[in-house]
């Protein structure tokens, strides 16, 4: 069995190595931390603290109780427990895990403050390190699935296919699902149920500029007009219906910088672009093996090399000034994904009105 070896951790100065395996199946305690850093002082470090507020005196020494999303556990642990005895061996304190897919906290005990905060900086940079590599759970979203805008791209698809299926990838599997049209302003991992409350509370803290910006009205949106996203129009993957405010301003623009400034200001979401990308896909090769993927700048469940790109030259030729339809955008949705809610778009965990 192949072994893959991502980068070295670097854990306050100590050098552990993660190593997963192709057929890797998580369980409780099956996470590797190979130690391979020379050992260190008996003595903790003073300067290797976290913030101390959050440290308790208590009767026989110290606590201080982490939050840290259940998922992220197995990471504190490592395998057989090894990461765990390693940290509390290292900083002579004790640290209390809930049992697997029990929401909880990580509660750290020793007899020395500074113990206890060096463990606390160790635990919270394993967890921030693999909090990096969750799938994204949720994204903010524009929906565009109104019944005029849905009638439009049925019918794009329907002339698509009579008109250019004979060109190299061209096929049905690749259309975007009508009813899941949308415009993604950005990604969140949002880990357990009290994340994702706090992401809704962040959401509602923006109407307020939101409605500034838009005056207190919804915000009427032409979609027309398609575009591609390599340089090469005969070797595409995803082809996306271009979306404008009809007074010509950059209201829907700003509204999703803004979004993103406040998610990324908050710490729920990761800055990747200066600017988002508003694209609305209608078509995309990832759909044409799994037609549940998002197209929220992943690559989905296939490795980007087995995508089979498909020839755009006719279609932008041909429908490049398309006409999908107008309607009043009146919503920013927190979305859920891999999800369907009774209008066949996705599941809302949180959403505020432009009016």
Partial sequence: MEVLRPPLINIDGRIYRRNITKDEHYEEEE?????????????VAEDESCDTTCIEQTDKGY???IDVPSVLYKYIIGKKGETRRRLESDTKTSIGIPKQGVEGQIV???SHKAAVSSAVTRVEVLVESFRKKQPFTHFLSFPLNDAKVQEGFLTFKEEV???CSQDHGVDGSIFQNPAKLHLTIGTLALLNDVEVRKACEHLQECQNFIRDITEGKPLPLAVKGIEYMNDDPAMVDVLYAKVNVKDGSDRLQVIADRLVEHFVSAGLMVREWDRVKLHGTVMNTLFRKDSTVEDTGGTGRQVM???EAFDA????KKFGAYHFGDFELNAVLLSQRYSTD???????AGSINLS
């Fill in 31 to 43: 996470e590797d931390f190979s130690y391979m850093g020379p050992p260190e002082s008996e003595d």
């Fill in 63 to 65: 606590r201080c109780a």
């Fill in 108 to 110: 750290i005990t020793g």
């Fill in 161 to 163: 296919l009579k008109q």
């Fill in 305 to 307: 090399s087995e995508r």
């Fill in 313 to 316: 030259r006719n279609v932008l």
């Fill in 342 to 348: 009774c209008t066949g778009y996705y599941s809302s």
